[in-house]
T-cell receptor, first 114, second 110 residues
Framework: DTEVTQTPKHLVMGMTNKKSLKCEQHMGHRAMYWYKQKAKKPPELMFVYSYEKLSINESVPSRFSPECPNSSLLNLHLHALQPEDSALYLC?????????????FGSGTRLTVV | SQQGEEDPQALSIQEGENATMNCSYKTSINNLQWYRQNSGRGLVHLILIRSNEREKHSGRLRVTLDTSKKSSSLLITASRAADTASYFCATFRTGNQFYFGTGTSLTVIP
C-alpha cells in the first residue's frame, strides 16, 4: 500500500458543528502532517507529528485540534470554525521525520464552512 | 511559513516544447523537492535533490540546485498536455521544517 487515504473527500459544516478529518497510511511512515491550502495558493503547514508526538504546531488556532492515535492514523478535529477556514486540507506522510525522503500526500478533504 | 518563491507564476507553452520554472528560497536547506498538483487534488512527489547535489534527472525532468544562490530550477522536456498542472518547490530543513514555494501554473496547449 503506497497511499495516504483521507476521508471524507468533501465536508460541509456549520460554524457550530464539530467534525473530524481522518488520514490513514500503511507505509510504515513515522512522520505525518496536516496542511491547509486555499485556492491558487501553496499548501501551508499546520501540524507535524513525529513518531506519534506533536513536534510542530504552526500557531494554528485552537479550533483545529490534531490527534495521532497510532502510527498509521492522523485526525484533525474541527470545532467552531469560521467561513475563512474553508479550504482543501491535505494530509501527508514521510518515511523519516529527519528528512531526506519525499512526502506522500493524500487527495485532500475539501472543507466548506457555512 | 512560506519559504520560497517561484517564477514564473504562470507559464503557457505548446505541446512538445520545454518548460522551465525556477524556485528561490531564503534559508539554508537539507534538500529541495518538486511536486505536481493537478487542479484541486493532492500533490505528487516528482524529484528530490539534496543540498550537496547540483543536478538530478528523472525521465523528462531535470532539476538543478545552486545553494550559493539559493535557487533551483525544474525543466520538463518535450511537454505533453498531461503535464498541465501546478508545480511547487518545497524546501526541507533539519527540525522537520518543510515549506512550499508559491508555485507555477503550467498550461501545455495540445
Amino acid at each position: 500500500d503506497t497511499e495516504v487515504t483521507q476521508t471524507p473527500k468533501h465536508l460541509v459544516m456549520g460554524m457550530t458543528n464539530k467534525k473530524s478529518l481522518k488520514c490513514e497510511q500503511h507505509m510504515g511512515h513515522r512522520a505525518m502532517y496536516w496542511y491547509k491550502q486555499k485556492a491558487k495558493k501553496p499548501p501551508e503547514l499546520m501540524f507535524v507529528y513525529s513518531y506519534e508526538k506533536l513536534s510542530i504546531n504552526e500557531s494554528v488556532p485552537s479550533r483545529f485540534s490534531p490527534e495521532c492515535p497510532n502510527s498509521s492514523l492522523l485526525n484533525l478535529h474541527l470545532h467552531a470554525l469560521q467561513p475563512e477556514d474553508s479550504a482543501l486540507y491535505l494530509c501527508a506522510s514521510s518515511q523519516d521525520p529527519a528528512g531526506g525522503y519525499g512526502y506522500t500526500f493524500g487527495s485532500g478533504t475539501r472543507l466548506t464552512v457555512v | 511559513s512560506q519559504q520560497g518563491e517561484e517564477d514564473p507564476q504562470a507559464l503557457s507553452i505548446q505541446e512538445g516544447e520545454n518548460a522551465t520554472m525556477n524556485c528561490s528560497y531564503k534559508t539554508s536547506i537539507n534538500n529541495l523537492q518538486w511536486y505536481r498538483q493537478n487542479s484541486g487534488r493532492g500533490l505528487v512527489h516528482l524529484i528530490l535533490i539534496r543540498s550537496n547535489e547540483r543536478e538530478k534527472h528523472s525521465g523528462r525532468l531535470r532539476v538543478t540546485l545552486d545553494t550559493s544562490k539559493k535557487s533551483s530550477s525544474l525543466l520538463i522536456t518535450a511537454s505533453r498536455a498531461a503535464d498541465t498542472a501546478s508545480y511547487f518547490c518545497a524546501t526541507f530543513r533539519t527540525g522537520n521544517q518543510f515549506y512550499f514555494g508559491t508555485g507555477t501554473s503550467l498550461t501545455v496547449i495540445p
